[in-house]
């Protein structure tokens, strides 16, 4: 077993939720070596074709993180994995905290060609990716932004997938409604965590009026300029945020998940052209994270 490498505990909890059947119809090969293969080019950033030998083909490793990363499997690995994690009682729901973090692109992330190509109607492997490719250009560059939202173990819950120059308000929404953690032993999944907090980014009307309408508390500071605007108006500018600095204190833990998150350095930088591709390897690192002790 080599460095990062999965262990036997972690194997143990990965493998119930791995596809056992191939798109041919024959059964995957060495299912092990060739997470492995992925986990390491994500932790390491490599090129695929750098992979060691230990991992076989790196064509195989490629392919299997490209098939994956297109047809959602990587998705519904971490939705079961966070589900078991539930059930074990190892996700704090107590405060979920939201936050974005700018990922620089490679030169090799850019240039990717701007239709998709034609698929063959007998194609036995799925090409469905996001029209949108979650580059942005800014001072810095290429950029690619993600959005997270972390519980209180410094372990993600949800992310999405922007340009860098997008904000961070808009996206708030967009990505609590993609907290779904199913519950094996029965009922609905649960999707609203107690608490939610924030920097001042996220202070909108938009965001305090869709987390009061779905009963979650929030602890988000209110700029100076819309704290006075609200002042103004008087008793119809709203009441107070109710803001706490000792509550405020926990933000640090979706800050901690983003560094967790970025230790990954093809997370860190981004090297892959298509935005469905990034968003394979940046849940691919997701997974690793709960499977961690």
């Known amino acids: 077993m080599g460095r990062g490498d999965l262990t036997n505990a972690e194997w143990a909890r990965l493998e119930p939720h791995l596809p056992v059947v191939g798109l041919r119809g024959g059964r995957w090969s060495d299912h092990r070596r060739v997470i492995d293969g992925i986990l390491f080019r994500v932790r390491t950033g490599v090129p695929w074709r750098d992979l060691p030998e230990r991992y076989g083909s790196w ?9 994956w990363s297109a047809d959602g499997t990587w998705d519904r690995i971490l939705q079961a994995v966070q589900a078991d994690a539930d059930l074990a009682g190892r996700i704090d729901w107590s405060m979920v905290s939201v936050d974005s973090t700018s990922c620089r692109a490679h030169q090799h992330a850019a240039g990717a060609r701007r239709k998709a190509p034609r698929v063959p109607k007998k194609r036995s492997t799925p090409r469905h990716h996001r029209a949108d490719e979650g580059l942005g250009r800014s001072r810095g560059g290429l950029t690619c932004k993600i959005h997270l939202a972390g519980e209180g173990g410094c372990r993600p819950m949800a992310f999405l997938l ?10 708030l929404v967009e990505v609590l409604n993609r907290i779904r953690v199913a519950r094996p032993l029965g009922g609905r999944p649960r999707t609203r965590p107690d608490h939610v907090g924030g920097d001042k980014a996220y202070s909108s009307r938009r965001n305090r009026r869709y987390l009061r309408r779905r009963h979650i508390k929030h602890t988000i500071p209110e700029p100076k300029d819309q704290r006075a605007h609200r002042k103004r108006r008087g008793s119809h500018g709203g009441r107070p945020t109710g803001f706490t600095k000792e509550i405020y204190r926990r933000r640090n833990e979706v800050e901690r998940t983003i560094n967790r998150l970025k230790n990954f350095r093809a997370v860190a930088t981004r090297y892959d052209k298509r935005a469905y591709l990034f968003h394979g390897t940046v849940t691919t690192a997701a997974i690793r994270l709960w499977l961690r002790p």
């Open 162 to 171: 922007t340009p860098g120059q997008w904000g961070d308000a808009p996206q």
């Open 59 to 67: 064509k195989t490793v490629y392919e299997r993180h490209r098939r």
